[in-house]
């Protein structure tokens, strides 16, 4: 199988988020609001601490490249929400349950609001790539990693922490329910493929 160019590996995976209230509950201490990772790399961690104080943390995916074959215009990273149970003004808040976007572009916002009063939000991440693109795009995977540090039952909802999904699926569900019972959630995410 034919590996991946030069060019996919100067390809950056984004994300970038902004606190519309406390912004202690987003980020994490001195932490960048536009955390980006080259390929087979892990982005910088991430602190999702929402809780009942004011506002949330929205939040937004991208991916950066450049020099790339013209089929790549048509690769999308894609996010999906649902809310769990009740409480769905924690989640989303007006934004489409599935946000994706092209390359060198961003998702829509998403806001994260949860807090005791809910049940947690859902999400999912996917790398979409068009079906007749080449072998190795194809077999790429996005894939997220967590941890707490306080509190699991805030976080998760995959056991060991890790998920990674092969492209045109999603990964599996991601659980946010963070509250104000302590701590908070650490997220990461890469695009990886076998070089």
């Given at each position: ?47 999702d601490d929402s809780d009942s104080r004011g506002g949330g ?139």
């Amino acid at each position: 199988m034919k590996l991946a160019p030069n060019w996919f590996f100067s390809t950056k995976l984004c994300y970038e988020w902004n606190a519309d209230g406390d912004g202690n509950q987003c980020g994490g201490s001195g932490v960048s609001t536009k955390l980006c990772a080259y390929v087979n790399e892990w982005t910088t961690y991430y602190n999702d601490d929402s809780d009942s104080r004011g506002g949330g943390c929205q939040m937004r995916w991208g991916i950066e490249s450049v020099g790339y074959d013209n089929w790549f215009d048509n690769v999308q990273i894609c996010f999906r929400w649902s809310a769990v149970g009740s409480g769905s003004d924690q989640c989303g808040q007006g934004v489409d349950n599935d946000l994706c976007a092209t390359i060198n572009d961003f998702t829509n916002y998403y806001r994260d609001d949860t807090d005791s009063t809910s049940k947690g939000c859902q999400m999912q991440w996917k790398l979409s790539v068009p079906i007749d693109s080449p072998q190795w795009i194809q077999n790429t995977q996005f894939c997220y990693e967590w941890y707490t540090n306080d509190n699991q039952g805030q976080c998760g909802g995959v056991f060991n922490g890790v998920s990674c999904a092969i492209a045109n699926s999603f990964t599996a569900p991601y659980i946010d329910h963070t509250a104000g019972s302590g701590g908070g959630c650490y997220m990461r995410w890469k695009i990886f493929v076998v070089t």
